[in-house]
């Protein structure tokens, strides 16, 4: 049994870049950006669901997704878009600004499919609500795969082992981001 129970640390420790919307160092964005991922990808399940089985209760839930979606988006756009400007290393990246790009897209898509949904959520399923959810959520995918390389790859939006750091003292080939 391991007498050492400290978490592994591989051998290339990328910098960390702590977000400025966080609390208790646990930042804002990710934990808002997961009601949108989850109500927005599904707005092409429920359209699916309602063209198989007919049953009007899925073109109204694909509706309430994608309400849903876009109001939690915003929200997390605001946050996201907050800590992109105010953290000058942030916004050096081209990840950083595809992620953005690719993300107000997302918005954009949820928009119209409120928009097409709201009069009549049953007949906009098909075509229009259908080819617009299925693009929703493939940008939905990009979109959460840009913001994960921020976050796994490049460091963003994390903090540091301050403990290790503490105890072993602090690595001296690692640079600091520049704020």
Same mark, same amino acid.
Do not use: C
């Given at each position: 049994?391991?007498?050492?129970?400290?978490?592994?640390?591989?051998? +290339?420790?990328?910098? +960390?870049?702590?977000?400025?919307?966080?609390?208790?160092?646990?930042?804002?964005?990710?934990?808002?950006?997961?009601?949108?991922?989850?109500?927005?990808?599904?707005?092409?399940?429920?359209?699916?669901?309602?063209?198989?089985?007919?049953?009007?209760?899925?073109?109204?839930?694909?509706?309430?997704?994608?309400?849903?979606?876009?109001?939690?988006?915003?929200?997390?756009?605001?946050?996201? +878009?907050?800590?992109?400007?105010?953290?000058?290393?942030?916004?050096?990246?081209?990840?950083?600004?595809?992620?953005?790009?690719?993300?107000?897209?997302?918005?954009?898509?949820?928009?119209?499919?409120? =928009?097409?949904?709201?009069?009549?959520?049953?007949?906009?399923? =098909?075509?229009?609500?259908?080819?617009?959810?299925?693009?929703?959520?493939?940008?939905?995918?990009?979109?959460?795969?840009?913001?994960? +390389?921020?976050?796994?790859?490049?460091?963003?939006?994390?903090?540091?082992?301050?403990?290790?750091?503490?105890?072993?003292?602090?690595?001296?080939?690692?640079?600091?981001?520049?704020?």
């Amino acid at each position: 049994m391991r007498n050492d129970l400290k978490q592994p640390v591989p051998d +290339t420790k990328s910098h +960390t870049v702590e977000s400025v919307l966080a609390i208790a160092k646990h930042p804002i964005h990710p934990m808002l950006v997961t009601f949108p991922i989850a109500f927005l990808s599904m707005v092409v399940v429920a359209d699916g669901l309602y063209l198989w089985l007919r049953a009007e209760f899925w073109a109204e839930l694909a509706l309430w997704l994608n309400v849903g979606g876009l109001g939690f988006g915003v929200l997390a756009g605001v946050v996201g +878009t907050f800590d992109m400007m105010s953290i000058r290393v942030v916004r050096r990246h081209v990840s950083a600004w595809n992620h953005f790009i690719v993300a107000v897209m997302v918005l954009a898509m949820a928009a119209l499919g409120v =928009w097409l949904r709201l009069p009549d959520p049953v007949s906009a399923v =098909w075509p229009w609500g259908l080819l617009s959810s299925s693009v929703m959520a493939l940008l939905v995918g990009v979109a959460g795969w840009l913001g994960g +390389t921020l976050s796994f790859r490049h460091g963003i939006g994390v903090y540091g082992d301050e403990e290790a750091d503490a105890a072993d003292g602090p690595d001296p080939d690692r640079k600091p981001p520049a704020e």
